[in-house]
């Protein structure tokens, strides 16, 4: 239906339409330092937003979907190109691919079930249910945020599944510029250079929550 150039180009679209949201929605997790009042205030205030963000979140869903299934079939292109799926897990990795770009099929996955989980988890929860105690006093989502992060499995679960969004975005970033005819030998290297470093910023700005529920507030209780 579409070609392959097409397909990449489609895949660049919603992998920066992503990463917009990963931006945004990184930018209000960190309102957390700011204790439960500021925390809460933030998410009410977003709440205040609905019906309105109904139609954010769905056209959010869509480019996720869209993003996933246009990359998978770019994927089996690529296999069906080198013969076969048999042949493709047998061959050695091709010259200078890197190691984000050899783990995007796992990375990817990961993510796909880590947001599952992350909206089963945080989304569709009771923010005023037991998850939401601290020392017998409820604290709306900042408690189930902190609750979660308290659990050392489940901070290593969030860290795991950040360090793969890290490896995906250190790939497509700098995809994402190929795509659109960003392939200079002089601008090129800084373009990769860029994207590992905001790779790198993404993964340690978002760890740095579980860690600090874990290490700091954790010596608080």
Same mark, same amino acid.
């Given at each position: 239906?579409?070609?392959?150039?097409?397909? +990449?180009? @489609? /895949?660049?679209?919603?992998?920066?339409?992503?990463?917009?949201?990963?931006?945004? #929605?990184?930018?209000?997790?960190?309102? @957390?330092?700011?204790?439960? %009042?500021?925390?809460n205030?933030?998410?009410?205030?977003?709440? *205040?937003?609905?019906?309105?963000?109904?139609?954010?979140?769905?056209?959010l869903?869509a480019?996720?979907?869209? #993003?996933?299934?246009?990359?998978?079939?770019l /994927?089996?292109?690529? @296999?069906k190109?080198?013969?076969?799926?048999? &042949?493709?897990?047998? %061959?050695?990795p091709v =010259?200078?691919?890197?190691?984000?770009?050899?783990?995007m099929?796992?990375s !990817?996955?990961?993510?796909?079930?880590?947001?599952?989980?992350?909206?089963?988890?945080?989304?569709?929860?009771?923010h005023?249910g037991?998850?939401s105690?601290?020392? !017998? +006093? $409820?604290?709306?989502?900042?408690?189930v /945020?902190?609750?979660?992060?308290?659990?050392?499995? *489940?901070?290593?679960?969030?860290?795991?599944?950040?360090?793969?969004?890290?490896? *995906?975005l250190? #790939?497509?970033?700098?995809?994402?510029?190929?795509?659109? =005819?960003?392939n200079h030998?002089?601008y090129?290297?800084?373009?990769? +250079?860029? $994207?590992?470093?905001?790779a790198?910023?993404?993964?340690?700005?978002?760890? $740095?929550?579980p860690l600090? /529920?874990?290490? @700091?507030m954790?010596? &608080?209780?």
């Amino acid at each position: 239906m579409f070609s392959s150039i097409a397909k +990449k180009q @489609i /895949v660049a679209v919603t992998g920066l339409a992503l990463i917009g949201f990963i931006i945004a #929605h990184l930018a209000g997790n960190l309102f @957390i330092y700011g204790g439960p %009042d500021v925390f809460n205030a933030y998410a009410e205030e977003l709440a *205040h937003f609905r019906p309105a963000l109904y139609v954010v979140e769905y056209a959010l869903l869509a480019v996720f979907i869209i #993003h996933i299934w246009v990359t998978a079939l770019l /994927v089996l292109e690529n @296999i069906k190109a080198r013969g076969g799926l048999r &042949r493709y897990a047998v %061959d050695k990795p091709v =010259g200078n691919r890197s190691l984000a770009t050899r783990l995007m099929p796992y990375s !990817g996955t990961y993510i796909l079930l880590f947001v599952l989980w992350h909206l089963l988890d945080f989304t569709f929860i009771d923010h005023d249910g037991p998850r939401s105690y601290i020392a !017998g +006093k $409820s604290y709306g989502l900042y408690g189930v /945020v902190v609750n979660s992060f308290a659990d050392p499995a *489940h901070s290593f679960l969030y860290i795991v599944a950040m360090c793969f969004l890290g490896l *995906h975005l250190a #790939h497509g970033a700098q995809s994402c510029a190929q795509t659109f =005819g960003f392939n200079h030998p002089k601008y090129t290297p800084a373009i990769k +250079k860029f $994207s590992r470093y905001f790779a790198v910023l993404i993964v340690i700005a978002y760890s $740095s929550i579980p860690l600090y /529920v874990l290490f @700091i507030m954790g010596t &608080r209780t």
